[in-house]
């Protein structure tokens, strides 16, 4: 297991931080299927040591439709705000998203569009769903794309989940065992990149 703590010396004294890794539930469809992947990823995650973690669920947030970003906007919508400090005090960030024709939904990508300077130079990773057998790859392709358009890193383990209605209870738990394992190495994989750009950016912060 790859460490995930960070030790930090401030004032002469020592204390912990925890990375702090929200999960972005990407659908907001009725009887929406992915959110039981978020849950289980929520879950693992939360398993970690030295991880704070939330899920950042876009049915709640029901951001309108993007007219401008957020830092030139002095009239934000409800909650956007919120969702920008969320996102700006991030360390790294996953996001959950079912694939739409060969896509991924148009709320996510709302939401996406609405903060920039917030995502930058931050490590993403990415959870794709469908209910056939290719587990949202070609959207997994495509929401590649457009993390690295905002300036973040989207890390090249992912979590596909095929076959979203059998593979999961509601709950988050899934009823393919083979998923705890694809989880872990994906988490561990967040967790690399994530401790990676953080101690890069502490040492520029320190002038190294
Ligand atoms: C508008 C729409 C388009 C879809 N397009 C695809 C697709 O291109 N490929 C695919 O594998 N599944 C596709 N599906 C199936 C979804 O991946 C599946 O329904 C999944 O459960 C959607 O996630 P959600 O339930 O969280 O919204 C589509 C579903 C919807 C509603």
Redesign the pocket.
């Known amino acids: 297991m790859r460490p995930t703590i960070r030790s930090c010396l401030a004032k002469g004294s020592l204390f912990i931080m925890a990375y702090y890794i929200p999960i972005i539930a990407g659908?907001t469809?009725r009887?929406?299927?992915?959110?039981k992947v978020a849950r289980f990823v929520l879950a693992r995650l939360k398993q970690r040591q030295g991880v704070e973690t939330e899920l950042l669920d876009l049915l709640e947030y029901n951001f309108p439709i993007m007219e401008e970003r957020l830092h030139r906007r002095d009239d934000p919508p409800p909650r956007l705000v919120e969702f920008g400090e969320k996102i700006g005090r991030a360390d790294s960030v996953i996001i959950v998203t079912?694939?739409?024709?060969?896509g991924y939904?148009g709320v996510l990508k709302n939401a996406l569009d609405y903060l920039l300077p917030e995502y930058e130079r931050k490590p993403i990773g990415i959870a794709t769903?469908?209910?056939?057998g290719?587990g949202?790859i070609?959207c997994l392709a495509q929401l590649r794309l457009v993390t690295i358009g905002m300036g973040a890193f989207p890390i090249p383990e992912a979590l596909s989940v095929s076959r979203?209605?059998d593979s999961f209870k509601d709950d988050g738990t899934p009823t393919d065992p083979s998923y705890e394992k694809r989880c872990a190495t994906f988490l561990d994989e967040v967790l690399w990149f994530t401790e990676a750009i953080v101690d890069r950016k502490a040492k520029e912060k320190a002038g190294k």
Request: aromatic residues 4%.
């Open positions: 659908s469809r009887d929406r299927q992915s959110i079912p694939e739409y024709n060969n939904p769903v469908s209910a056939g290719h949202g070609t979203v209605h």
